[in-house]
């Protein structure tokens, strides 16, 4: 998809995904990451939590929901999905510098999960005495949460979402002897 404004760039979409694992699909609540060129006119903005509407003149919108905004730059988006969109398709539109459009329709699924992993391919899993703390998002709300590791199939002692952070949720979960 190309947009057009007289005067600036044109606004080309590539894809909408997870930003933890780059698939495509979507839940409420989690962090998403769109991607394309001139998104943002050339400027690049970050917003802290609780994230703004708008980083650098971008706004996004699902469902006609605002997003919180994480980051933007002409390349990449990065936005909280809006906890009260339902599961289907919804339509996703940017708004900024180089204009306003709906570029897509995304599938929402209850939950779309992803683990977010380090620059060190450790994954973003940290071990905390005798357990692991696994930093995703999409876990949905409420959805049961299962851990494999080494093969054996764990019960989290807690997962949910990160109070600090939208968008993250934590999974911890014991390591067995």
């Known amino acids: 998809v190309t947009l057009t404004v007289q005067g600036a760039a ?6 909408g995904v997870n930003s933890a694992s780059y698939v495509s699909g ?18 690049t903005g970050l917003g802290l939590p609780p994230y703004p ?16 905004v994480h980051y933007s730059s002409d390349r990449q988006l990065n936005f909280v999905v809006p906890r ?12 900024g510098p180089t204009g306003s459009t709906v570029i897509a329709r995304v599938p929402v699924a209850e939950a ?16 905390n005495q005798n357990f692991l703390e ?15 590791l080494g093969g054996q199939r764990l019960a989290p002692e807690w997962s949910g979402p ?5 968008g993250l949720d934590q999974v911890n979960v014991r390591i067995p002897d």
């Open 26 to 43: 979507l839940s409420p609540g989690s962090f998403a990451s769109v991607f394309g060129f001139s998104m943002a006119g050339g400027a």
């Open 53 to 68: 509407n708008d980083v650098s003149g971008v706004e996004v919108s699902l469902g006609g929901s605002m997003a919180g």
């Open 134 to 148: 696994i930093y995703c998002t999409g876990l949905g709300s409420g959805q049961p949460v299962t851990v494999i």
């Open 162 to 166: 990160n109070e600090v952070y939208p």
């Open 84 to 95: 009260q969109l339902a599961a289907g398709a919804a339509s996703l539109a940017v708004s």
């Open 112 to 127: 779309a999960p992803g683990i977010f992993f380090s620059g060190t391919n450790d994954g973003a899993i940290l071990r």
């Open 10 to 15: 044109p606004f080309v979409y590539e894809g």
